[in-house]
T-cell receptor, first 113, second 113 residues
């Protein structure tokens, strides 16, 4: 069964910490995405990547960075965590070409205290 | 920015009844997708309909698309308690370069046994 795996389901970190969220897919997809999901705001795109070492800003990139050194892995980095980054983080991937659906991971519920 | 708007925001029905959710959008699209999200989990891709299609079926799901009205509907027939979830529509704007989807805020469906 094809999969997008996020390294943690729940994570609690302290304000000011550097936080790494990892996402791995086994489908050889070119495109990978990081979203955050908040009540009343829906899914908001943070960053996406369409190839190894390539990245593009989404709608809310401030306070975040990403890394894609290998095709299967896309990491989201909170440079200096703040309480307003407490959220559900969702990783997704998609193959290139034509109209296709996304495959999502199970999500990471991140709490910054 | 949100393009899709689901209607209703919440829906409660009895098991065995049909559930209909609607999605409206603002700009021209290449495709429209529906996703399901169980509480606290990632999203699951249900069905994709292209702008040149009017209706599509998948099991108990039926999706229609009216590009003249910029709207889509998702019908779940003979609902089950396991269908309880949030349902999101997402629009893809460009063929082949469908890297970025525009998401609605979702319809919360409760199916009561």
């Amino acid at each position: 069964d094809v999969k997008v795996t996020q390294s943690s389901r729940y994570l609690v970190k302290r304000t000011g910490e550097k936080v790494f969220l990892e996402c791995v897919q086994d489908m050889d997809h070119e495109n990978m995405f990081w979203y955050r999901q908040d009540p009343g705001l829906g899914l908001r795109l943070i960053y996406f990547s369409y190839d190894v070492k390539m990245k593009e800003k989404g709608d809310i990139p401030e306070g975040y960075s990403v890394s894609r050194e290998k095709k299967e892995r896309f990491s989201l980095i909170l440079e200096s965590a703040s309480t307003n980054q407490t959220s559900m983080y969702l990783c997704a991937s998609r193959a290139t070409g034509g109209a296709r659906g996304y495959t999502f991971g199970s999500g990471t519920r991140l709490t910054i205290v | 920015s949100q393009q899709g708007e689901e209607d209703p925001q919440a829906l409660s029905i009895q098991e065995g009844e049909n559930a209909t959710m609607n999605c409206s959008y603002k700009t021209s699209i290449n495709n429209l997708q529906w996703y399901r999200q169980n509480s606290g989990r990632g999203l699951v891709h249900l069905i994709l309909i292209r702008s040149n299609e009017r209706e599509k079926h998948s099991g108990r799901l039926r999706v229609t698309l009216d590009t003249s009205k910029k709207s889509s509907s998702l019908l779940i027939t003979a609902s089950r308690a396991a269908d309880t979830a949030s349902y999101f529509c997402a629009t893809g704007l460009n063929a082949g370069n469908n890297r970025k989807l525009i998401w609605g805020l979702g319809t919360s469906l409760a199916v009561n046994p």
